[in-house]
């Protein structure tokens, strides 16, 4: 079946810019989650979705980064006033429930802030 | 251009060799924990992972050993194959989310 889909697969945008970054999970998966990968190291969390409501936020960096899941599948996640230090891999998964489940991670986008 | 890998402990193995992995995590009250293979380009692939209530679980090529009393996890491949050259991160789920140890790159020789 599909797996995670995550659009754009690359993002180019100046600094001050806005962006949206969407995820698309596996079918049926109620867990979503959002995480970023800076060259050479391990993803980071930023935040999950238990069905539509935000279960855990405490990775999000600031208050320019926010994230939604209106209908509990597609989630978008909205960075304001990018920076330079935003660069890095946007990373997506699914997972049937929270705990002891596989997270599905999708293959990413890569946001540039020139 | 980018280097894959920069600043990442490298294991590099002869085709057909067994490759044996390395992860110290940190949390004692960590109760599931999963093996990912990352390719160039690509998101975290899922290989195999294992409840605290065991010390070992195999797969298809693929074992993973945990020891919890010095909080190490261990992923042996066997008969390792140029196709397995990627990065390996081990993962520790700690209540509701999944924290990533640095990883390790594995280079296969033919």
């Known amino acids: 079946g599909a797996g995670v889909s995550q659009t754009p697969s690359n993002k180019v945008t100046e600094k001050g810019k806005y962006v949206e970054l969407r995820c698309d999970p596996i079918?049926?998966?109620?867990?979503l989650y959002w995480y970023r990968q800076s060259l050479g190291q391990g993803p980071e969390f930023l935040i999950y979705?238990?069905?539509?409501?935000?279960?855990?936020d405490s990775g999000l960096p600031n208050d320019r980064f926010f994230a939604v899941r209106p209908e509990g599948s597609v989630s978008t996640l909205k960075i304001q006033r990018t920076e330079r230090g935003d660069s890095a891999v946007y990373l997506c998964?699914?997972?049937?429930?929270?705990?002891?489940?596989?997270?599905?991670f999708g293959n990413g986008t890569r946001l540039t802030v020139t | 251009g980018e280097s894959v890998g920069l600043h990442l402990p490298t294991l590099s193995v002869q085709e057909g060799d067994n490759s044996i992995i390395n992860c110290a995590y940190s949390?004692?009250?960590?109760?599931?924990f999963i093996w990912y293979k990352q390719e160039s380009g690509k998101g975290p692939q899922f290989i195999i992972d294992?409840?605290?209530?065991?010390d070992k679980r195999q797969g298809q090529r693929v074992t993973v050993l945990l020891n919890k009393t010095v909080k190490h996890l261990s992923l042996q491949i066997a008969a390792t194959q140029p196709g397995d050259s990627a990065v390996y991160f081990c993962?520790?789920?700690?209540?509701?989310?999944?924290?990533f140890g640095k990883g390790t790159m594995l280079l296969v020789s033919p």
């Open positions: 998964a699914s997972s049937l429930n929270v705990r002891n489940s596989p997270l599905h």
């Open positions: 079918s049926g998966h109620t867990a």
């Open positions: 979705f238990q069905g539509t409501g935000a279960a855990d």
């Open positions: 949390n004692s009250a960590s109760d599931y």
């Open positions: 294992i409840r605290s209530n065991m």
């Open positions: 993962a520790e789920n700690t209540y509701s989310t999944l924290t």
